[in-house]
């Protein structure tokens, strides 16, 4: 067998079964291998950027890694962006890149490029194959290294010659990884923490699952601690009969006075909160002076696990309910509070949305906490252009999923490719388009950051209108079918419409 | 002022009037300080490898720097495809990124990453703001390393509190660069060598414009030599009654033969030719073994100013006549030969071509010595996506010329972004797309790499159809109105009319 077989083979020995890809000349017997080694899903994206998006989103739903591949540095410098936000989601990647032949890197060709320094500004596994026989073990290390835990992206390079060349070996199976509940004497001495006054809980990684949030709802109400989300986490359980504790507001005006009462913050796989941007005479930490943080499981732990045995002792309680949410019939126009309401009434149950909505995020989720029982993923790395990618990735990882993607129209832009490749897979894929023309994100932070005021050249620089996107032709033009809703009514008909067929839909909302 | 206001001054007093911009929050006080100093140009792109290609296009019409504006490490990450191949075009490229504020760096943000390593990958310069009395002599050194010579992309990163604090300084007006003559025993070396057998003189970097051609057509007319010229160059001046000397070829195939008689090559400003990729059994270096190469100037020198101290003894010859072409009328299935003799045909003079066309390149472009006299710039560092952006950088810097870009409908998909800045800015750009539904070149570099055979899943992910890119609905989506053209007449009617009206227009050119 050649290397890229072996590669081809240690992937798949290793339940690495999709590769999202974008493959170039150095990447070729990768791409013929596909024919000869069985199991591996190639699913072709027209931008890297969708590539590394939707192993992100892959791994966020199914809790292991996909593999990428793409061509040189320039192609994994298109990569990088979605990459730091998998980094941050912690999301298990396996992300494999073609350099030159080992001969060709003497002469300084075109393409020639750093590729483990593009590597390592979003990985702190690089691997570079050393020869044919190298790349099936080379993978295998990846693997391991992607798996963590906790996940992380792990990069293999593979000089094209030692893809070409014959070799006997390929990589063996790697073990599970196992994430370790912490030992019981931590258990305790977090029990005896959170009865003291001032107490909170910070959920965060793995544990805001059905499972986790269960736990910590009664952990919550046995022992009068307040339960908080960190904002950074690769998915939240939510909807109703579900337990729906607060996420640590997005901006530190908010975030401070939430958090003024934590005199104990305990940490479950999550990072003591800082806010996302520094501001002129604004703390960074959001935690009051002197509040102590104890740690019941660090990222690589089983916070669930801990959360459980905490939970054991304790009674249950009753859950919230929440009034069924109407969908809005007027012919007004539509507005972020009626499409929530629309969203509220008429989302899946067991839905993934995949949420990039940015400025107008907080005014819809708040709504869905009303809505059947979902998952959604946030915003991990901040790293804009993640949403459509990541809706890819999830629907390749869940087909029995009905997957939403909630995205700006400005925050679209940077991989709308991502289209296309939902339109190829038939992916069962609903993207909504909040369309209000504006960065509005800067807006608001044009104002926090004290640069004061948006001139006539500043404001061209946040409006993107003049010209209007077309979201409608855009999405057409990609192969996806589109429709625009414009008034509260034209939302829901067109949104219970999308959600009842399977398949690729998107729907222009225009704000107003 | 600000440190904000004191870049902005820096720039414009060394006449860096032009920034393709994609801010956020960190640069917030760049945005604003737009309207506090006059005499720079923000130019909004919708994704950051469009700010990136076009400075990169900017620089190559233009000869001078334009700045670019990114966001954090993870924006530039999506700027580095496109710096990449300005860096091997050798642009001057003044690249200004944000960074958090120093307070903010010491909590690890959700968007906190090591913007140096981002920044290193396609930068030799890469400078960091110490204050914000740092910020106006910081934009200084980082023009004048742009400026070079020879070009090339540099880098400054401020922390936003340097942007938001008041600072006195600003930066000095950098003294602008000066490109030597080789000394003159140098060119007196070199004409004996010319005289000899062998003998062939390779053009690269700034001499390929119309007056180091006409010097180049005397040189080899008198000395006998066989000019040439390298593949990898920023614009290429060409069209009717100019000196064409053929590009070495791309493939090896073609490129060891075209060099095989070569025994002693005499560079101007150029490297010595190399295949773009590595295959089995195939060297890199395309110069037959023995063959001796001479300097006559250094990348960092004038090589054009070489050209005509050795033209100057030497009588000039007469000028090959092209016929003139006629534009194709058939109704037949539009093919690359009746694109190119549309093209040679109606090319309006003194236009500037973006070209990347990648596997119809040679056989449309081959035409085009027959054109009005016109520029074209060719790929540069190979990595895909710089058509369209390096288009829109030509046609800010050159609002008075008709800049086409001849873009793949592969390649074209790595920054669609671009079309939205040709309709804001009103650009006088026609686009054509070149819409053969496949990833061609990677059906030939498939059979070249010996990975021997297309089964069904491999050609899955070099099949760019199904769905078919609909670029005409793309392309209204983005703001660019937009024909389809099938047949060599609708093609010529669709182009004559697109050049006659100012402004942006695209072409789908479906291919049979």
């Known amino acids: 067998m050649t290397g890229a077989e ?11 079964d999709t590769c999202f890809m974008n493959p170039g000349t150095s990447e070729m017997h990768f791409v013929a291998a596909l024919d000869r080694v069985a199991g591996l899903r190639g699913v072709l994206c027209l931008f890297e950027g969708v590539c590394s998006g939707a192993a992100d989103g892959y791994a966020r739903v199914t809790g292991r890694p996909a593999a990428t591949l793409l061509h040189l540095g320039p ?5 990088l962006a979605n990459f730091h936000n998998a980094r941050k989601a912690r999301s298990p990647v396996v992300s494999i890149v073609g350099e030159h032949s080992t001969a060709h890197l003497k002469v300084d060709a075109p393409l020639t490029a750093d590729i483990p320094a593009f590597a390592r500004t979003v990985a702190d596994f690089v691997r570079v194959a050393a020869s044919a026989d190298d790349v099936g073990p080379a993978a295998a290390e990846t693997i391991a290294a992607a798996w963590g835990p906790p996940g992380q992206v792990a990069m293999l ?9 014959k070799t006997e070996m390929a990589g063996p199976a790697i073990a599970p990884p196992v994430r370790r509940a912490p030992p019981s004497d931590v258990i ?9 006054e001032g107490a909170a809980l910070l959920l965060g990684g793995t544990t805001v699952s059905a499972r986790g949030l269960e ?6 109400t046995a022992s009068g ?15 109703r009969g579900r337990f729906q504790p607060p996420q640590v507001p997005y901006f530190p005006e908010f975030a401070l006075p939430f958090l003024a009462s934590v005199k104990h913050l305990v940490t479950v796989e999550a990072d003591a909160p800082v806010s996302f941007f520094g501001y002129p005479d604004t703390p960074s930490s959001m935690l009051p002076e002197g509040c102590k943080i104890t740690v019941l499981a660090r990222r690589d732990e089983d916070g669930t696990a801990a959360l459980e045995a905490l939970a054991e002792a304790h009674m249950a309680a009753p859950v919230a309910e929440h009034e069924p949410v109407t969908a809005p019939e007027e012919t007004s126009a539509l507005t972020l509070e009626s499409m929530g309401r629309t969203l509220a009434a008429c989302l899946p149950e067991n839905a993934l949305i995949s949420e990039e909505a940015i400025s107008a995020a907080a005014k819809v989720m708040g709504w869905l906490g009303a809505a059947a029982p979902h998952e959604f993923m946030p915003v991990a790395g901040g790293s804009i252009g993640q949403g459509l990618p990541v809706a890819v990735g999830a629907a390749i990882g869940c087909p029995d999923r009905k997957v939403i993607a909630l995205e700006g129209d400005g925050s679209g832009m940077y991989t709308p490719q991502a289209l296309w490749t939902m339109a190829r897979e038939k992916l069962d894929v609903v993207t909504v388009i909040l369309a209000n023309r504006r960065y509005r994100i800067l807006d608001v932070e044009m104002r926090r950051t004290g640069a004061q005021g948006l001139g006539p050249r500043a404001n061209d ?4 209108g003049r010209p209007d996107l077309d979201w409608v032709r855009l999405s057409e033009g990609l192969g996806v079918g589109a429709t625009r809703a414009a008034t509260a009514r034209e939302f829901t008909e067109q949104f219970r419409e999308a959600v009842k067929r399977k398949g690729p839909a998107l729907i222009e909302a225009v704000l107003e």
């Open 6 to 16: 072996s590669l081809l083979r240690t992937l798949v020995r290793n339940r690495v």
């Open 75 to 79: 192609g994994l410098g298109n990569g």
């Open 157 to 165: 390079i593979i000089p094209a010659d030692y893809s070409w060349s």
């Open 188 to 196: 305790d001495r977090v029990a005896r923490r959170l009865r003291q």
């Open 215 to 220: 736990a910590a709802r009664r952990i919550g």
């Open 225 to 239: 601690a307040r339960v908080i989300v960190a904002r950074n986490v690769a998915r939240i359980a939510t909807g």
């Open 461 to 464: 620089m946040i409006d993107i």
